[in-house]
């Protein structure tokens, strides 16, 4: 069993019986989310309803250990890995909606989660693809093309810094975001597994899930720590 299994096994095993746990659990949320505290068993259940699904998308996802789309070939083990990245957020998106009740967070809201959970242990920088100029030049430097892959705002900004300047992602938050970044390029159609393999994107879409794994797993290390 790992470190996020117990973690979420032991918040599990509370938050199975709202009822008879109803103050130790809805007061744990309400602490990390800074949300008012449910006022009923009914609305506690939706809640953890929400988690309990996120949370089982997320594992399999990250248990999916050789993951491939499409005929067999180096294009389809980066395929699978964009969509074992899309599933992996899809469960994150939904514990974050279940626990703020906001839709489609950004780094305002990742930001805000990395500084009320526990410190995600042995977090290293995600350092940038080694590409060549012309690459960069083809593919990166030109907004508009960054924007059809679906890359807005932040994540355009984030992407760019990341891709042509060199900067490493160092943070929890920034790299929650170029999970978004790269999970919506990756649903919305745009950024195909070829492009992927011009980028060199291959180790960061495999890195990424385990990311939001510890993540999440800091969440529940959090609720269990706010109700001791």
Known sequence: MTKSDSNY??????????EANFDYVANA???????????????????????????????Q??????????????????????WRLVMAYAGFEIILKSLYGKDHPGIEEFRKLEASIEA????????????TKSIKEKWI???????FLSFRNYDLKLFKRWMVDG????????????????????AHAALSANKCQQLKLGETLERLPFVIHSAVDAIFCTLLNSTT
């Open 9 to 18: 096994a032991l918040w599990a095993r509370i938050a199975r019986e709202p």
């Open 120 to 131: 995600v242990e042995n977090l290293e920088p995600i350092a940038a693809p080694r590409l």
């Open 167 to 186: 900067s490493a992602v160092e943070t929890l938050a920034e790299q929650l975001a170029l999970a978004k970044a790269l999970r919506n390029g990756t």
């Open 141 to 147: 430097a030109d907004e508009k093309l960054l924007k």
């Open 61 to 82: 996802s990250c248990a999916w250990s050789k993951p491939s789309a499409g005929r067999a070939s180096k294009l389809s083990e980066l395929r699978g890995q964009q």
């Open 29 to 59: 949320l309400s602490v990390l989310s800074g949300k008012p505290k449910v006022k009923t068993s009914e609305e506690l259940l939706i809640l953890l309803q929400g988690i309990s699904r996120g949370q089982a998308l997320l594992e």
